[in-house]
């Protein structure tokens, strides 16, 4: 092979799309051809360095809500609306329902409720359901905890969007014995702790534990009106006191609270700070508890 | 009678949330190099998606699904185009110009990515496409023939183009900058 020849294959030869016999003459033309090796080297590094650049501009990262939402808008697609063949009928007796007390409280409210009771009514103020206070974004936040909220992040991003993971994870049962105990019954704690405050609309559509960055987490994922929510608690060390859930860090529009428990990190990243807060808090009690209680079988 | 029950569907939805959700962000960057525009390029992300979606049965277990949903993201945008009447059938000038590139100038690796990303959007559309699919991609020639529906002769001719049409933009933004010191001595000397 001359140095010419090698000069018009050299971009095939990067593909990878010689066929056996030409790849083996451009190996050996190579062996003798310092120049050659040279623009191979160069040409090579422009590749790459193309590569990159295209990869990490901005423009070319998707965006992680429009993600989540064509992913939860292609789920409608594909499974269908969330109720099944007696939905009207439910709905017909839920209206009906909400009819009689609205009629049964404007009643009591108006002039004729006294009469209809013999007592006087005081409505009490609607109740707030935790919510978030400039407070609760302000609260500094252990350095730890920061830390591995950027990696809670990334699991957050190539596990539960993407399932692009480089190690495929495993179960938290597994996880229990072969990583460390807290892992076992943690999908059950979040699950309880969020059906009691959001009922049916939250539910678990997942629950592992993933290796990502070199840590671990036991990993729930959880559909919150239709939005993907994850927890995930991994060892961080030495958290100081215990801390209330707080916004931790945000990052590619998501945000991440956490608190700590026990040399434990518990992190709720999801796509408003708000949310990320509130979930935290609700179930912040259910897993302390969990951690002690699994850390003292240990 | 009523199609599929909703365990069937639900299971053939999470096999396609396993297969298809981890190139998602691929499809997004192919997406945004090919309209150049974030809100068209995540209409056009969505359309695709959906349309792999009601072709999954098509699709063979074990192939490339990547490749697979980047030839549905051409198909797609091939027809939205047509309905907005931008399709370009000919590009004679471009043809011509990358002819008659004839000289091929020697590179210097000290470019930042921000030259080199204005030096491969100097690149026609045309060439450009195919250069990102095959080196940023990662996608065979064939595949690339087959996404674009043209022989695989078309591709090997135009990526040749398009390389060399890149590399003589890096080399031209790099002589701006002044960084190509070993080319100048070269023009001195001759």
Known sequence: MTCREFSDIIDSYLSGELLVETNHSVIRHLEQCRDCREILAVRRAIRERLS?????????IIDSSFAARLRSDLRSKAVGPRFGPFAWQLFLTGAACVIMITLGSVLLLSDYGPMLTGVSVN???????????????????????????????DDHFKCALFHDLPERPISLEAASITVDPVN???????????VAHLGKSAKVIAAHHCLINGRHFAHVVLLVNEKLVSILLTKVGDVGQQNDAALCTKKNEVAAAC?????????????????????????GPAIRSHVSKRRSNV | MFGLGR????????????????????????????????????DLLQETLSQALKSFHRYEQG????????????????????????????????????????????????????????????????????VLLADVEEFSYKEIAEMMRVPIGTVMS?????????????????????????????????
Do not use: C
């Open chain 2, 158 to 190: 135009r990526l040749h183009r398009g390389r060399k049409l890149f590399r003589l933009e890096l080399a031209s933004i790099a002589r701006q900058y002044g960084i190509f010191p070993a080319e100048r001595r070269e023009a001195e000397q001759r």
């Open chain 1, 123 to 153: 409505l009490p103020e609607p109740a707030m359901t935790n919510p978030v206070t400039p407070d609760t974004m302000t609260k500094i936040v252990p350095a730890v905890l920061e830390e591995a909220a950027e990696d809670a992040i």
């Open chain 2, 63 to 130: 192939t490339n699904i990547r490749a697979w949903m980047t030839k549905i993201m051409y198909h797609v945008n091939g027809k939205r185009l047509r309905k907005l009447g931008r399709l370009r059938l000919v590009e004679d000038k471009e043809e011509l110009i990358a002819e008659t590139i004839a000289f091929e100038p020697s590179i210097d690796q000290h470019l930042t990515d921000k030259e080199i990303l204005t030096a491969i959007k100097q690149v026609p559309e045309k060439f450009r496409e195919i």
């Open chain 2, 7 to 42: 365990s069937e569907k639900e299971d053939r939805w999470e096999n396609f949330e396993k297969e298809a959700f981890p190139h998602v962000p691929d499809l997004f960057r192919i997406a945004i190099w090919l309209v150049r525009d974030r809100a068209e390029a995540e």
């Open chain 1, 52 to 60: 990159s650049a295209v990869r990490n501009t901005e423009e070319s």
């Open chain 1, 259 to 283: 608190f700590g428990s026990n040399g434990y990190g518990i992190f709720v990243v999801s796509e408003t700070e708000g949310e990320s807060v509130n979930v935290a808090k609700w179930i």
């Open chain 1, 184 to 194: 076992e019954g943690f999908d059950k704690v979040v699950s309880e702790a969020i």
